[in-house]
């Protein structure tokens, strides 16, 4: 199993647009694609310096050849929907495989 993490730090004038976009817009189409199991949103508990609110979305899914299968097929268009919110967020991408589960 491999979880795809995408932690985000969004500036606080488009924090609640954005948190909504997330839940009802960005996370189910997601998981629409089929290579994405369960996603898990939660808020990271740090002070960042630059300010914003940092939040961690973790996409299951069920290996790395599922994963370059979204990057190959669906990554590009899902990403260009995030231009609401241009010049507002950083965001950083780890692939993480899971080891034991207990």
Known sequence: MYIYNVTTNIQEDVHDKWVEWMKTEHIPDMLKTGKFTKAL???VIVNEEMGG??????????NKQMLERYYAEDAQEL????????????????????ISEQ
């Open 53 to 62: 609110v940092t939040y961690s979305v973790q996409y299951t899914t069920q």
């Open 41 to 43: 949103m939660t808020r």
């Open 79 to 98: 990403r260009g929907k995030t231009a609401p919110f241009e010049g507002k967020f950083v965001a950083f991408r780890t692939e993480l495989e899971v």
